[in-house]
């Protein structure tokens, strides 16, 4: 069992449709290793950092129909990558309440820990 909680910053990021990932720009700045990194609605053609691990998902709402893509790949990265961080950037945040209280309930509130992000 993992002694402490990952930590996690939630983004909701408009451009991310263009291809302007603030999660990738975010960790390729601190210099980060280890950090996973999902986005949710990119162009499909993103390419992370050295060191960072990057999940792309469907541009599907991450409470309602992506739920389920969501769950498995958090599960996924908690149990096979252990990451140092882990990031989700949201191209929409209408449900981003939803998405939140999903993140810090059941066995991911018992694995992640959500912070405030930095931007």
Known sequence: M??????LWVLSNPSLAQGHS????LAAQQHAHGWSVIVEGGPGNLSAPTGITLHQLAAQCVCCVGQLPLRVTL???IRLEKPARIVLELLHAEHLEQALALLQSGSFGAHLQLE???V
């Open 2 to 7: 993992r002694a402490s909680k990952i930590p």
């Open 22 to 25: 603030t999660a990738l720009a």
């Open 75 to 77: 599960a996924r990265i």
């Open 116 to 118: 405030p992000a930095p």
